[in-house]
């Protein structure tokens, strides 16, 4: 006999299951509420708490942690900010320095360069003097062997000789400077 046939001879229908079944089925489906209310409910309860709790300090710090970025972020942004400041105006010093040692330094080299021409036209004038008295004596000997011997009288005399040398010497000063503007004309 097969199970239907069973339930069919019984009397009930084969897909309701008997009361005593229902019944017992139902104790037990109460049984598991109950316990799964009373126990594992609040177990879950607590769990899901707990981790709400963990997010919402999770976001709470991670809102903080943002805050206290953004004000690092916003301090650094000042402090880049007051370096560049800064850095301009320490170029700018330090070219304005420049200027002002490029400016002391064209001084000195202008007054070292007159101090040089100073002392280099100082120093002409003096071997021109050197020169002229040089020239005096020589040309002087010179003139007043030629003037002798020309003459055919002695110019011994110093007083005698130092005047015709100083008369040839002026001479040729008077002639020197007509002779360059002759010159300069003709070129």
Known sequence: MTPMTVLAAEGGHPLIPAVYDIVWSALCFAIIIFVFWKVLLPKFRAVLDERSSAIQGGIEKAEKVQAEADAALAEYQKQLADGRAEAARLRAEAQEEGAQIIASMK???TDE?????S???SQIEAERQSAMVSLRSEVGGLATDLASRIVGESL?????SANVVDRFIADLEAQTPAASASASKEA
């Open 113 to 117: 360069s007159e101090r040089i021409i």
């Open 156 to 160: 011994a005399d110093d007083t005698r």
């Open 107 to 109: 001084l000195q080299a």
């Open 119 to 121: 002392q280099a036209k």
